[in-house]
């Protein structure tokens, strides 16, 4: 089967999100990376849950988790009968698929997808690790199909960049920074990138620089506090983030502190360009979770507290951008204006 991460970054490469081999589940541990290349060893997909809460991946990488995590799943249950193994498949869906409140409709999806290949597998009279392969297999097929839609969000993406440009990301944008850079090398064109670091977990500064440098082009990590400034002073052409819920009403609820950077790119006159699919599920930005994890998270650095005993933290995980503040959302069909979303499935 063709794999669609050819010639993309180590972060990019299936085996480097999340794999399933011989009864066990890794994710790579983005925590710590590129500091560290280790893998987490999930023997039970609850571990796989727990990961997944615990930012172990983050980005696209929870949704690989899920995927690998339903297959771990079906081994743990091979020798069960077909009435208790459906059933205890359909609590690990449960199980993995709310391992975080705010995306828990996007990965349901997965987990759903991966029901189907259970159902089906049942009708055929397939049980133990036939399911388990066709489960993994079908998660390639799901891979291949995400890699190539947001291959085409990244020549949407491309189109609005100017030759030689200078981009500012925020947080990790995974498959389309890759698919953006695969695009940009093959047409010789020496985009540049500013990665705010996005604490406390530096995606930016860890996962987004590193996946950037490792393709061979220009990266730059600035802290948090120095977007507005960086943004005028080096001439940022586009300022571009994912989304982890595109709501249909227009609002963007992503990795926070991408409100106030979209705040100083309108102030500044810089485009911005979300990436992503509207999301039915979300019809008003209401029905958003905003997920507030560990404020002792924000106490530290990389683990080394930096504030005196009793002083507090404050950690929501997520903004919301209204559809002012960004000049569009850039799809696999196209670019869109965050007030007409429901064009998108027209």
Request: charged residues 25%; proline residues 4%.
């Amino acid at each position: 089967m063709k794999r669609w991460d050819d010639d993309l970054g180590f972060l990019l490469r299936y085996e480097n999100v999340a794999w399933y081999e011989d009864g066990k589940v890794r994710i790579l541990d983005r925590r710590i990376y590129p500091t560290k290349v280790e893998y987490v060893i999930c023997e039970k997909h609850e571990q796989v849950a727990q990961a997944i809460t615990d930012m172990v991946t983050q980005s696209g990488g929870p949704y690989t988790a899920a995927a690998v995590g339903m297959a771990l799943a079906a081994y743990e249950a091979k020798e069960f009968s077909e009435k208790k193994f459906n059933t205890y498949m359909e609590k690990a869906a449960y199980t993995l698929s709310h391992a975080r409140p705010t995306t828990v409709e996007k990965m349901a999806v997965i987990t759903n997808r991966a029901m189907n290949v259970v159902k089906d597998q049942l009708l055929e009279g397939k049980s133990g690790l036939d399911i388990v392969d066709a489960i993994l297999k079908d998660n390639i097929a799901r891979l291949n199909e995400h890699y190539a839609r947001y291959e085409k969000i990244g020549e949407h993406l491309y189109g609005l960049i100017p030759s030689n440009g200078t981009i500012m990301t925020q947080c990790y944008a995974e498959t389309v920074i890759g698919m953006l850079l695969r695009i940009a090398k093959k047409q010789g064109n020496e985009i540049k990138f500013i990665c705010p670091e996005t604490r406390p977990y530096y995606q930016g500064a860890r996962l987004t620089a590193s996946l950037i440098h490792d393709m061979g082009f220009s990266a730059t990590v600035i802290s948090d506090n120095m977007a507005a400034y960086t943004m005028k002073e080096k001439s940022v052409d586009v300022f571009t983030s994912a989304a982890d819920v595109i709501c249909m009403d227009g609002h963007i609820v992503n990795k926070v502190g991408t409100f106030q950077i979209a705040l100083a790119a309108n102030y500044l006159e810089i485009p911005y360009f979300v990436t992503g699919i509207p999301n039915e599920h979300h019809p008003v930005v209401d029905t958003a979770v905003i997920e507030y994890r560990n404020p002792e998270l924000v106490l530290e650095s990389m683990g080394r507290k930096h504030v005196m005993s009793g002083v507090k933290g404050y950690y929501p995980s997520f903004d919301i951008t209204p559809p002012k503040l960004y000049e569009g959302v850039v799809t696999d069909k196209g670019v869109y204006s965050g007030y007409d979303l429901k064009r998108y499935f027209g």
